[in-house]
């Protein structure tokens, strides 16, 4: 009898030890389950993420279409007689329309993203690759299309980062010192000679008729410009000069436009340098009436010591020799290493010839087509 109780004993702890094993093993085998779905969904999402491509978006795609359809037609669109015709018509060219259909499909590519954990991580990301894609798309109106996505996604990581909602205030927060603005204004009276800048080409959807440098900001945390303009502060003088953004933009007295486009251009770290010194050099200067004139006519420039607002910027810069950066070592003479000194050579000196041919442009146009400036950041400012 005791033996038989003994034996059962036996058995009921042997059958406790299977229960707790199996226990054990089932969870293990949901821990691990658990881990694989977390890692799952974490692929999900990054997945997500790595699906967002704009250039793939259909509108981009139509637009790019439509660019090369534009671009090959454009010699029958400036005849003379169509640019007399657009001297006397409406030019209503404004907010940037052309990017509309892109800016909605955009944003409802964006709409997940604010809800994430990491959009932050993830607005970086795709910061960076519009960055790139930027930086080796040759058409200007397709680059112009991308700056405007690139907007688009700083706007929201600035708004996320309890930035205010004001175009002004999301401005100030893409602008690096030299930082070089361009500008479309629609005047409320008739401006002949902004009207005759815009047909002059119309190569381009919206056509910039200013030029200002960005040089720091006051103590009020306003813009400060350098710019040759005819509607200076003194208004006895006109040429080059310091001033607010926001002085040129909002004074009745100096300007009548209602409305502003901006794109904001980063130079070259190669000319920064001459950028800041030689264009401080110019501040009192005389306005240059007759440069963009000159340009039209197919005329060499002068360089008579007087600047428009684009003259003031691309007879301020200079190859600073000291922003060569070399990657190999001055007694290495390996193949690799030649190799990528013969390619920085010829960068180098295809810099050199972009800045040499630039020095005679006169035309704001002439500064965005230049491989020596990079767009960064696109808006518009409503001045009422």
Same mark, same amino acid.
């Given at each position: 009898?005791?033996?038989?109780?003994?034996?059962? $004993?036996? %058995?009921?702890?042997?059958? !406790?030890?299977?229960?707790?094993? &199996?226990?054990? =093993?089932?969870?293990? #085998?949901?821990?691990?389950?658990?881990?694989?779905?977390?890692?799952?969904?974490?692929?999900?999402?990054?997945?997500?993420?790595?699906?967002?491509?704009?250039?793939?978006?259909?509108?981009?795609?139509?637009?790019?279409?439509?660019?090369?359809?534009?671009?090959?037609?454009?010699?029958?669109?400036?005849?003379?007689?169509?640019?007399?015709?657009?001297?006397?018509?409406?030019?209503?060219?404004?907010?940037?329309?052309?990017?509309?259909?892109?800016?909605?499909?955009?944003?409802?590519?964006?709409?997940?993203?604010?809800?994430?954990?990491?959009?932050?991580?993830?607005?970086?990301?795709?910061?960076?690759?519009?960055?790139?894609?930027?930086?080796?798309?040759?058409?200007?109106?397709?680059?112009?299309?991308?700056?405007?996505?690139?907007?688009?996604?700083? $706007?929201? %990581?600035?708004?996320?980062? !309890?930035?205010?909602?004001?175009? &002004?205030?999301? =401005?100030?927060?893409? #602008?690096?010192?030299?930082?070089?603005?361009?500008?479309?204004?629609?005047?409320?009276?008739?401006?002949?000679?902004?009207?005759?800048?815009?047909?002059?080409?119309?190569?381009?959807?919206?056509?910039?008729?200013?030029?200002?440098?960005?040089?720091?900001?006051?103590?009020?945390?306003?813009?400060?410009?350098?710019?040759?303009?005819?509607?200076?502060?003194?208004?006895?003088?006109?040429?080059?000069?310091?001033?607010?953004?926001?002085?040129?933009?909002?004074?009745?007295?100096?300007?009548?436009?209602?409305?502003?486009?901006?794109?904001?251009?980063?130079?070259?770290?190669?000319?920064?340098?001459?950028?800041?010194?030689?264009?401080?050099?110019?501040?009192?200067?005389?306005?240059?009436?007759?440069?963009?004139?000159?340009?039209?006519?197919?005329?060499?420039?002068?360089?008579?010591?007087?600047?428009?607002?684009?003259?003031?910027?691309?007879?301020?810069?200079?190859?600073?020799?000291?922003?060569?950066?070399?990657?190999?070592?001055?007694?290495?003479?390996?193949?690799?290493?030649?190799?990528?000194?013969?390619?920085?050579?010829?960068?180098?000196?295809?810099?050199?010839?972009?800045?040499?041919?630039?020095?005679?442009?006169?035309?704001?146009?002439?500064?965005?087509?230049?491989?020596?400036?990079?767009?960064?950041?696109?808006?518009?400012?409503?001045?009422?």
């Amino acid at each position: 009898m005791e033996k038989e109780r003994k034996n059962i $004993d036996i %058995k009921t702890k042997f059958s !406790w030890k299977i229960k707790w094993i &199996l226990a054990a =093993l089932l969870l293990v #085998l949901w821990s691990s389950s658990f881990s694989y779905a977390q890692e799952n969904d974490s692929l999900q999402q990054e997945n997500r993420y790595e699906k967002i491509d704009f250039k793939k978006m259909n509108s981009y795609i139509v637009f790019d279409e439509f660019e090369n359809v534009r671009q090959n037609t454009v010699k029958y669109r400036n005849s003379i007689f169509e640019m007399t015709r657009q001297l006397f018509t409406k030019d209503d060219r404004f907010w940037f329309h052309e990017f509309d259909d892109i800016c909605e499909e955009a944003n409802n590519l964006l709409e997940w993203i604010e809800n994430e954990e990491n959009c932050q991580w993830i607005l970086n990301n795709l910061i960076r690759h519009l960055e790139y894609d930027i930086s080796v798309e040759k058409n200007v109106e397709c680059r112009k299309a991308l700056t405007k996505i690139l907007s688009i996604v700083k $706007d929201k %990581k600035n708004i996320l980062n !309890w930035v205010v909602n004001d175009p &002004l205030e999301l =401005l100030k927060q893409n #602008l690096r010192v030299w930082d070089i603005i361009l500008i479309n204004k629609k005047n409320s009276p008739f401006d002949i000679w902004t009207k005759a800048l815009k047909i002059y080409d119309d190569k381009y959807l919206t056509d910039f008729t200013h030029v200002l440098i960005f040089i720091w900001f006051d103590e009020d945390w306003n813009i400060l410009v350098r710019h040759s303009t005819t509607a200076t502060e003194k208004l006895h003088r006109i040429g080059v000069e310091n001033t607010r953004l926001d002085s040129y933009i909002f004074d009745l007295d100096r300007s009548g436009a209602e409305w502003y486009d901006l794109i904001v251009l980063r130079p070259d770290a190669s000319i920064l340098q001459s950028l800041l010194e030689l264009s401080e050099d110019k501040l009192g200067s005389w306005y240059d009436n007759l440069s963009a004139l000159r340009q039209w006519l197919w005329l060499p420039n002068t360089f008579n010591n007087k600047y428009n607002c684009v003259e003031l910027v691309t007879q301020s810069i200079k190859f600073d020799e000291t922003k060569k950066v070399y990657y190999w070592d001055e007694w290495d003479y390996s193949f690799s290493w030649q190799l990528q000194r013969n390619i920085e050579n010829i960068y180098i000196e295809d810099l050199k010839n972009e800045i040499q041919r630039l020095r005679s442009d006169a035309f704001p146009a002439n500064i965005l087509e230049s491989s020596l400036f990079t767009n960064v950041y696109l808006t518009t400012i409503n001045k009422k």
